[in-house]
């Protein structure tokens, strides 16, 4: 059973720039072909997909937040990490990394992690 | 804003037969998931793809599709089905993956 546990600052100034890992056990990110995902969940609000990374490093995000997103792994340590810049107070919500196991080829999220809430404030 | 749309709010009696829709253009070529949600818990997938179910999941969740438009039907609604519901896929071009906006299920 795939496990999946964020860790990263919960406070962010604005302007800033949001860091978050992700550590997966209990499988390996190389050479899997699941897409390691961040998901966020702004205070009262829906889902909103953020971006995947694919082992080869191929990376994929949301055309509204793209250019201040970058997705990246490290799969000598199992883990894949998100970085958003420039960040305001809309960016303050709960951030989930997930795996996508993209069954019959829909982008379906099978293992999610606990969820961090990450505020942007001075 | 999402490419799949959801209708906000339902309810349904106790024990009851309480059907969740998902529109969306992406859906005519993409199968749709479903996720429950929890106040204050992460999501979990109850009904992906055609119409299958992660281990551990009651078989009163189950999952159809025709046209733009999936469904996420509960029969025999029970207490602890009261939550949020969400349906995702991936977007019209393929390339990403997008949710609804999410439905409060209310058992009553």
């Known amino acids: 059973q795939v496990q999946l546990q964020e860790s990263g600052p919960r406070l962010v100034e604005p302007s800033q720039t949001l860091s978050l890992t992700c550590t997966v056990s209990g499988g390996s990110i190389g050479g899997s072909e699941f897409y390691w995902t961040w998901i966020r969940q702004r205070p009262g609000r829906g889902l909103e997909w953020i971006g995947y990374i694919y082992h080869n490093g191929i990376t994929y995000s949301d055309p509204s937040l793209r250019r201040r997103v970058t997705v990246s792994v490290d799969t000598s340590k199992n883990q894949f990490s998100l970085t958003l810049r420039s960040v305001t107070a809309a960016d303050t919500a709960v951030y989930y990394c997930a795996r996508d196991a993209d069954y019959y080829n829909s982008g379906s999220f099978d293992s999610w992690s606990q969820g961090t809430l990450v505020t942007v404030s001075s | 804003s999402s490419e799949l749309t959801q209708d906000p709010a339902v309810s349904v009696a106790l024990g009851q037969t309480i059907r969740v829709t998902c529109q969306g253009d992406?859906?005519?070529?993409?199968?749709a998931n479903w996720y429950q949600q929890k106040p204050g818990q992460a999501p979990i997938l109850v009904v992906f793809g055609k119409n299958d179910r992660p281990s551990g999941i009651p078989d009163r969740f189950s999952g159809s599709r025709s046209g733009n438009t999936a469904s996420l039907t509960i029969t025999g609604a029970q207490a602890d089905d009261d939550a949020d519901y969400y349906c995702?896929?991936?977007?019209?071009?393929?390339?990403?993956?997008?949710f609804g906006g999410g439905t409060k299920v209310t058992v009553l």
């Open positions: 992406s859906l005519r070529n993409y199968h």
């Open positions: 995702n896929s991936r977007d019209t071009s393929g390339s990403y993956r997008v």
